[in-house]
């Protein structure tokens, strides 16, 4: 693995949130700054916008830029009240606490975006979206009686229901990890450890035979909440192709077709600044 061709990669291609994480993980930078490239983003209705998610290339706010927004400072251990508090009001106007929350809006189809956003099934409202959400608000440790109440019903339908989706499944963690670890939360995460081994889209296997989340992307530090559900030899074998995985001009490829090559070369940025972060944590750089 090369990490100067990598770091090229991203200064040449990556946007400036990217280039903010860069310099938080590997050059001394400020969380502040990262933050400050977020509310970049921000729309007056208190959610991001602007294609903060490369494969939507929307203006207006989508449920599905605040997840990734939010994702982005969970995966930085930043914590920015002020701003989340900001996206739980997006998040609280726009949610139905018996139905959930859609995605993307209907609207986004007026702009260009990936077609696997293309499904009617993409703007309707889904209970597995607004678990992430409330899980990545409540880790920032904002106090909203509204917060208070949706992280209940999350947790009765994580209890009730089978996940069968590793994508529902990864966001379900994230609202354990910001619970106290109780005797009923460990039992839930016990739960979910054992539906991600069935679940679709979920890829054990090193190297993965088709597109799907790894190992890696449920404990992609060291220190991850995700960790221990993984043996070490399961994680040292995806390390080892993730180092593999490198192309020629330095930084790492996606595995679908984005709405376009603006839209790739942000992914791919993306890609590889997550992956030289992942690797730093193992001990591999």
Not at 128 to 155: D, K, M
Not at 221 to 249: G, M, P, T, W
Not at 272 to 284: A, D, G
């Amino acid at each position: 693995m090369n990490f100067e061709n990598a770091a090229a990669f991203i200064w040449k291609n990556g946007r400036l949130l990217e280039r903010r994480l860069f310099e938080l993980f590997f050059l001394n930078g400020s969380a502040d700054r990262v933050v400050d490239a977020l509310k970049a983003y921000q729309n007056e209705d208190g959610g991001f916008g602007h294609a903060l998610e490369p494969d939507v290339r929307a203006p207006e706010s989508q449920p599905l830029f605040i997840e990734f927004g939010l994702r982005t400072l969970y995966e930085a251990n930043i914590k920015a009240p002020e701003l989340a508090g900001q996206l739980c009001k997006y998040v609280e106007n726009n949610a139905d606490l018996q139905a959930g929350i859609p995605t993307i809006t209907a609207s986004s189809s007026n702009y260009p975006r990936a077609a696997h956003w293309n499904y009617p099934s993409s703007d309707q409202p889904s209970f597995s979206r607004l678990t992430g959400l409330v899980g990545l608000l409540n880790w920032q440790g904002i106090n909203n009686p509204w917060l208070e109440q949706a992280v209940g019903i999350c947790l009765n339908d994580i209890s009730s229901s089978h996940y069968e989706d590793s994508h529902t499944i990864i966001t379900a963690f994230c609202l354990l990890e910001s619970l106290p670890q109780t005797v009923e939360v460990n039992k839930l995460f016990a739960k979910l450890s054992d539906e991600l081994f069935k679940a679709s889209y979920f890829c054990l296997e090193a190297p993965p035979q088709s597109y799907g989340l790894t190992p890696l992307d449920f404990a992609p530090a060291s220190d991850s909440y995700c960790r221990k559900i993984f043996s070490d030899e399961v994680i040292e074998a995806h390390l080892n192709v993730l180092e593999s995985e490198q192309a020629q001009d330095g930084g790492w490829q996606i595995q679908w077709e984005p709405p376009s090559e603006m839209a790739r070369l942000e992914w791919r940025a993306y890609k590889t600044l997550k992956s030289l972060i992942t690797l730093k944590s193992y001990n591999r750089i």
